[in-house]
């Protein structure tokens, strides 16, 4: 392997990490290398996001203090490089912590091999966005289809004609969210590119993002327009029936408007604040779950602030 140096693991706890080569062999498990950063690249098409937040800092301290508990899996590419299949927070992570190199399993697989391995790593994270869940979902279906999970055409959950019925079913046992679920994740993927960033906002609600999947490119393009022309985004309600209109050829612009107009019962509008937005006003002694209560503190004192500004003047 190409300036690639084995590392001295020594006999310190974690058996199966700190095994030496002898037992490693033994044991049948890949051996750990100190792999170049200059010389992995990211996994093609990786649907999984790399946030440099309050997580990444952790992350990085812990890195600095301890170095990587967990190696990354590596896989040989042809040109003598390496492309990284899980561990894609924990290389950015090394590189932030200023780190040349990382430890890693470096490991032969095939294509399908690394897709199917990359998204059962990375569902294992605590918070996962739609849009991680949707092309994930999609690109492991496909490589267990190309595997020979393939099933005959048959009805999906949504009465669509879909291919690999019988790997969406493993994929379920995979991943927890039941069959339709995975379809309806997977439809999220026919979304245009600034709607699907609204559902991971929490701005535009899952089920209606669904229905809005089956609208045309240029509908979908049409009605962000209106969401931000109006601030406001669909209810349920609102996308069936846009999907409907759209099924039969009569979605225009007006249409979009008219349905968008209409009273939504019991909506309440939401206030969405970026974490990175607000960060730079937060002293970093505030851990990230307080994030919240540290705004709205800040919020009550400089309502009292305006409060005794009233009175001052009043006098």
């Not at 095994?19 to 100190?34: G, S, T």
């Not at 890693?104 to 998204?119: N, P, S, Y």
């Not at 994929?171 to 993927?189: C, F, H, N, P, S």
């Not at 999907?243 to 939504?264: D, Q, T």
Request: hydrophobic share 35%; glycine share 4%; charged share 35%.
């Amino acid at each position: 392997m190409k300036n690639v140096q084995k590392i001295d693991l020594g006999l310190t706890g974690y058996d199966e990490l700190f095994m030496n080569d002898a037992e490693r062999k033994e044991n049948k498990l890949p051996r750990i290398y100190d792999v170049p950063i200059s010389e992995i690249d990211d996994f093609p098409d990786h649907p999984f996001k790399v946030k440099v937040d309050e997580d990444m800092d952790q992350l990085v301290q812990s890195i600095k203090e301890r170095g990587i508990i967990t190696p990354v899996t590596l896989r040989p590419k042809e040109d003598g490089r390496y492309e990284i299949v899980s561990g894609h927070r924990r290389k950015k992570a090394c590189e932030l912590a200023g780190l040349d190199t990382v430890k890693a399993e470096v490991r032969e697989m095939t294509r399908d091999e690394a897709i199917i391995l990359m998204v059962e790593s990375n569902l294992q994270r605590s918070t996962i966005l739609p849009s991680e869940k949707a092309f994930s979902y999609n690109m492991r279906l496909e490589a267990m289809n190309r595997q020979g999970e393939r099933a005959d055409l048959t009805c999906s959950p949504m009465d669509n004609k879909l291919k690999g019925v019988k790997s969406a079913s493993l994929l379920k046992e995979a991943t927890g969210d039941g069959q339709a679920q995975v379809y309806r994740y997977i439809r999220l993927t026919e979304l245009i590119p600034e709607l699907l960033q609204l559902v991971d906002e929490s701005r535009i609600a899952f089920r209606p993002a669904v229905e809005l999947s089956y609208l045309k490119k240029e509908e979908q393009s049409a009605l962000l327009e209106e969401i931000s022309y109006t601030d406001a985004t669909p209810s349920l309600a609102q996308a069936i029936k846009m999907k409907k209109f759209s099924n039969e050829g009569k979605l225009s612009h007006e249409v979009i408007e008219s349905i968008m107009s209409e009273e939504k019962p019991n909506q309440k509008e939401k206030i969405n604040i970026k974490y990175e937005d607000a960060r730079k006003f937060i002293p970093a002694s505030v851990p990230y779950d307080k994030t919240g209560d540290y705004i709205m503190k800040a919020l009550e004192y400089y309502h009292r602030y305006q409060e005794r500004q009233k009175d001052r003047d009043a006098r």
